[in-house]
């Protein structure tokens, strides 16, 4: 059975949006891996743990370019750089410095260090073995998504999980590919999947706080995705919606249309855990412009001012909403993932609490909104996923349309922005009754939806593989890609003849990057 350890914070909290994590980046918490007593008491293990997860703010902004500008919802604008036209057309230099590792791998350091010291903090009477465990099940989990995020990026990566320490200068560390590194993560997270959780602070801020440790839940089931374990991946997510959800009658993680449905579902990104963001906010890195911490996303995307407005949605992302119905997706599309600033100038607008920030962004330009690795539509989304893959369509196309069935105040995908339910023979065009392979056409449905759900997140590039790659056709990537391109420009470049060959997909690891050179 879990247990759950009370640890009570050394912060005060202040309880309102962000502010719940106010100092939990703060630099006065960060590792700095000093060798000699750092780790020999509770307290050091702690903020180690806090200066390993701090790791993660510098990996956002590499995380969105890898993931939407590669695949067919982002697009260069015409302030891009060489560097970012590399990425858009899926030829990535070796040096390319948005697809550099070195930040993921301090994550990984600081990860390793604390794992192999922690054990001389035993000797404090607070800090137990029943502790130790489950600040061992934390880093893990975080180990685990960093090396997961880098095995859907390069072909091979290097697996290192003892501290640098312990190695000669020359060393080689091993190299694992994609399906070994999914199966060694697996393991590791079944076993701090079976730990306990920490309540790190009394009251309602514990609620906050423990939304910014990687959820085990689901990134064992996005592993057992990758793998084929259908009906462990459903469970692990159905688990997470109920769970870490705080229950049935409680709407959060759960769709629930009241609370992130129609107007609302624009608020999810405005701020940390407050209000929409509290019902779909998984797991996410907050920043804090007071402790000068900031995101790079207006640099990124804002239009005009100080914003260098390097990247826009593609014409493509903008058709999956205008296309919707009679007046398009209206909830989710115009005006809430993106805005229109005049005839030619579409902006990302997830990541801007209002338009002014998006297009003239004096105080924005140090924007600390936070990013969300995971948010409830994406695990019902995979659920569904897991679902289709397992025969039961019925069951899959309900969560996208109407209600995750075994949820009671589930929406839906589609119901809580008030758009009608998909018919599969309407969406292929069917005027009578056909035969049909529900399987594929719902995955299809399902891509279509994580666009028109995630799009700007960094989450679709790797989801475009999985498809594929189950499926056992590129086309599933490259056709989807090649629409943001027009016919000369894709002939002339060669990008959708590259794509349609699955060995392409994953950059060769340049290990220069990770000695500084």
């Not at 969105?64 to 891009?80: F, H, Q, S």
């Not at 998006?358 to 409830?376: G, H, V, W």
Request: glycine share 8%; aromatic share 10%.
């Amino acid at each position: 059975m879990k247990t759950n350890i009370r640890i009570f914070s050394l912060c005060l909290f202040a309880l309102l949006g962000l502010g719940a994590c106010s100092d939990y980046f703060d630099p006065d918490q960060s590792l700095g891996l000093d060798k000699g007593d750092h780790w020999n008491t509770h307290d050091k293990v702690r903020r180690s743990v806090i200066g390993a997860y701090a790791g993660l703010q510098n990996v956002v902004e590499e995380l969105v370019i890898l993931g939407d500008l590669r695949a067919d919802l982002m697009d260069v604008t015409g302030n891009y750089d060489g560097d970012l036209l590399e990425i858009s057309e899926n030829n990535i230099g070796a040096d390319n410095p948005y697809a550099n590792p070195r930040h993921f791998f301090e994550i990984i350091t600081n990860c390793n260090e604390t794992l192999a010291n922690m054990d001389k903090a035993l000797d404090d009477p607070n800090f137990t073995e029943e502790i130790r465990d489950v600040y061992k099940a934390e880093l893990i989990s975080l180990r685990s998504w960093v090396y997961f995020q880098l095995s859907q990026t390069y072909k091979e990566v290097p697996y290192i999980t003892d501290p640098l320490s312990g190695y000669d200068k020359g060393f080689e560390p091993e190299k694992l590919g994609f399906e070994a590194m999914v199966n060694h993560l697996i393991t590791e997270m079944e076993w701090a999947y079976a730990q306990g959780r920490i309540t790190w602070s009394e009251g309602d801020s514990n609620n906050y706080w423990k939304r910014v440790f990687i959820n085990r839940k689901v990134l064992l089931a996005e592993l057992h995705l990758w793998a084929g374990n259908n009906g462990r991946a459903a469970n692990l997510l159905l688990e997470a919606i109920n769970v870490d959800g705080e229950g049935e009658d409680n709407a959060h993680f759960k769709c629930e249309k009241s609370a992130t449905g129609r107007d609302k579902w624009k608020e999810i990104w405005n701020s940390a855990l407050a209000g929409a963001s509290f019902s779909e906010q998984v797991t996410l890195v907050p920043f804090n412009r007071e402790n000068d911490q900031s995101n790079e996303f207006a640099r990124l995307f804002a239009a005009l001012g100080v914003g260098d407005y390097l990247l826009k949605p593609s014409t493509r992302a903008i058709q999956y909403w205008e296309n919707e119905g009679n007046n398009g997706d209206f909830y989710r599309g115009r005006e809430s993932s993106y805005i229109q600033y005049g005839e030619q100038l579409p902006v990302v607008f997830k990541y801007f609490k209002n338009k002014e920030g998006a297009l003239n962004p004096e105080e924005e330009r140090k924007s600390d909104t936070p990013y969300c690795i995971y948010r409830a539509a994406d695990i019902h989304l995979m659920y569904a996923e897991a679902m289709n893959r397992m025969g039961r369509h019925g069951e899959a196309l309900s969560t996208i349309n109407r209600k995750l069935n075994a949820v009671s105040r589930s929406s839906g995908i589609r119901g809580r922005v008030d758009l009608p339910s998909i018919d599969l023979l309407e969406y292929i065009g069917a005027e009578e009754p056909v035969d049909i392979d529900s399987l594929t056409v719902i995955e299809n449905v399902l891509l279509d939806e994580r666009a028109k759900e995630l799009a700007f997140e960094g989450r679709r590039w790797n989801a475009l593989m999985r498809f594929a790659s189950r499926r056992g056709d590129a086309s599933v990537l490259a056709d989807r890609v090649a629409m943001k391109f027009d016919e000369e420009y894709l002939n002339l470049d060669g990008i959708k003849t590259r794509l349609g060959d699955m060995s392409t997909w994953k950059l060769e690891f340049n290990m220069r990057h990770l000695s500084g050179e």
